[in-house]
């Protein structure tokens, strides 16, 4: 008798939905740059530049828009929604997002990103005193390498320092927080619900942030924020349904696939590359990153291993 299996499913195809998933987000981030002053100029688009504020407001509002209309369609049933963290997911994540549109509208796209994946070890650092994990050598020195990649990229003290870098940065921080409570809400809440409920509260603050810096878009720039909201939601659909199709120490080392995506369309779009140094920078990041997931399933191999043992 055969086993019957569920058609698209398996590590491959979870691997293939994270890459998907990672061409979008580097997406979303390269169609920020091209709102900001220098995209702007270089793409000659017409008005002025757009705040990052009110680019992360289109991210949140029309991504929030497209899952109403999931929403009604589908018609799931929402319960036991823990608004408090929800709050506190959305405002630190609606500042992630803020902060790393800003970092990519004024530097390189690759190094924007590159600073951005030290967010899962601020949720390691964070996570302790927070979640009260306890974090061994390994972790700190997985952290050690990616923040020595991170010093390697800002370069502080030197003429290749950008402030804007410690935006980056700040988006990290801020993005790895919001793990923190995304944990918390994932063992409780279905996913749907997290997202609509995550980028309603998401659209309400961005709405409020963005009445401060508002100028009106072009019609060509109400495209693009359209586009970042719509892709962002996809981009989303397609993280989670890798989650599912795949055991999560298989497919979280291909996200990091986001970087060769934002480099490419980095250079593509504005003919930009990575610097050696900033290439070196980003290895590191991703290296210690990479170990961070290795050391996470190597520790639930040993506690799935332990009640078989007592």
């Not at 992360?56 to 319960?79: D, K, M, N, W, Y």
Request: proline share 5%.
């Amino acid at each position: 008798m055969q086993t019957e299996t569920k058609p698209y499913s398996g590590p491959l195809v979870g691997a293939l939905m994270m890459i998907s998933s990672c061409a979008l987000i580097a997406a979303t981030s390269l169609m920020a740059k091209a709102m900001g002053p220098l995209g702007s100029q270089a793409l000659g688009f017409e008005g002025s530049p757009l705040h990052p504020l009110q680019v992360s407001a289109g991210r949140f509002c029309f991504a929030f828009l497209a899952l109403v209309i999931v929403t009604a369609v589908l018609r799931p049933r929402f319960h036991g929604i823990q608004w408090r963290l929800h709050s506190a997911r959305s405002l630190f994540g609606w500042g992630g997002v803020s902060c790393m549109f800003a970092a990519a509208a004024h530097m390189k796209l690759a190094d924007a990103m590159a600073i951005s994946f030290l967010s899962p070890l601020f949720t390691m650092m964070l996570a302790i005193p927070f979640l009260g994990e306890k974090v061994g050598p390994w972790r700190w020195v997985a952290a050690a390498i990616a923040l020595g990649g991170a010093l390697l990229i800002v370069r502080p003290g030197t003429e290749a320092f950008q402030i804007v870098a410690l935006i980056a940065l700040a988006a990290a921080i801020l993005m790895g927080a919001e793990a923190i409570l995304i944990k918390r809400l994932t063992s409780a809440e279905p996913p749907l619900q997290i997202l609509v409920v995550n980028n309603g509260i998401g659209a309400l603050i961005s709405l409020a942030g963005v009445a401060f810096v508002w100028s009106a878009p072009t019609g060509a720039q109400w495209s693009v924020l359209v586009m970042i909201g719509l892709t962002m939601v996809v981009a989303q659909a397609f993280f989670l349904q890798a989650m599912r199709r795949a055991e999560a120490s298989f497919v979280i080392p291909f996200y990091y696939a986001t970087l060769i995506f934002a480099s490419f369309y980095d250079f593509v779009v504005f003919g930009d590359l990575p610097t050696a140094i900033s290439a070196t920078g980003a290895a590191l990041i991703v290296g210690g990153a990479l170990l961070l997931v290795w050391r996470e399933h190597r520790a639930r191999q040993r506690a799935a291993r332990q009640p078989a043992s007592g």
